[in-house]
């Protein structure tokens, strides 16, 4: 066992990378279940924004490009979820599930020409003076622009919620959406725009996996993250900045377990891949004790008639 060896320095930073990707899909979902709705497909939606991003910036040698075409992607398959409750009214729970399903066989069979191709890289940002920093640069001002990326959205739909009149409708869709209705706001069309956004964000998380933190494709390589998304966002309370902190923790602990790993520490290789999850899940336990955050709608199907 060789402790010395794990650098904290890049732990940090890997600790940021690690942890984009779940941010980027919680705050999506976020916004979705603020919306009332709740979408249990972010899996199947991140997997196939990650297979999207993929192809696209292989085949046009733009990862930009290619996070374009898992938003695309992602909200794409957001729109079949969005039909089925929206407008059939199915159940909301069955209809995520088999979101996941179906996007987890549709990654597989676009992903089959793909395996052991590797993605064009995109470029870390450099800003003079800061990025050459000792310590500070290399774990604030080195990273890829959808880093930073995660972090303005998570702003901005803080902003967006807590300042704007859009986000007071929002959370009114969200809290009551028959009082909304009754107020002649469109709840349906409302609702639809949330679960576009949040199919957007899982989609361009799921492409941060396959095009920056491990760039190559592999069958189910989302490896249940988007279900680590949906579970922050009750541990966040529905709130942005809470979120942040626990995409970092999972993040940390993920970055944690892989250099405890690889510095040959005497803990079976199992109990440390899955500490991340057990931690996760304990945090939730602790946390989850109080659903007044939660919107009172969430999961409920609106019906015009009423």
Known sequence: MDLSAINPVLLIASLMVAATPILIAAIGELVVEKSGVLNLGVEGMMITGAIAGFATAVETG??????????????ALSVLFGFLTQFAKANQVASGLALTLFGLGLSALMGQ?????????????????????????????????ILYFGIALTAAVWALLKFSRAGLILRAVGENHD????????????????????GACAGVGGA??????????????????????????????????????????????????????????AIPVEYLAMSPYVITIVVLVILSADKSSAPAALGRNFHASR
């Open 62 to 75: 733009s990862p930009l490009l290619g996070f374009f075409a898992a938003a695309f992607a992602g909200a």
């Open 113 to 145: 020409s793909y395996v052991g191709v590797k993605p064009p890289q995109m470029g870390d940002i450099h800003i003079p003076v800061l990025s050459d920093l000792p310590v500070v640069g290399p774990i604030l001002f080195g990273h890829d622009i």
């Open 179 to 198: 009082a909304a209705h009754a107020l002649g706001y469109k709840v349906i069309r409302i609702r639809l725009m949330a679960i576009l956004f949040g």
């Open 208 to 265: 941060y996996i396959s095009l920056i933190r491990v760039p190559q494709w592999t069958e189910g390589m989302t490896a249940g993250v988007g279900w680590i998304a949906l579970a922050l966002v009750v541990f966040a309370s529905w709130k942005p900045w809470r979120a942040l902190l626990g995409a970092y923790l999972f993040g940390g602990v993920t970055v944690v377990q892989l250099n405890l790993q690889a510095a040959g520490v």
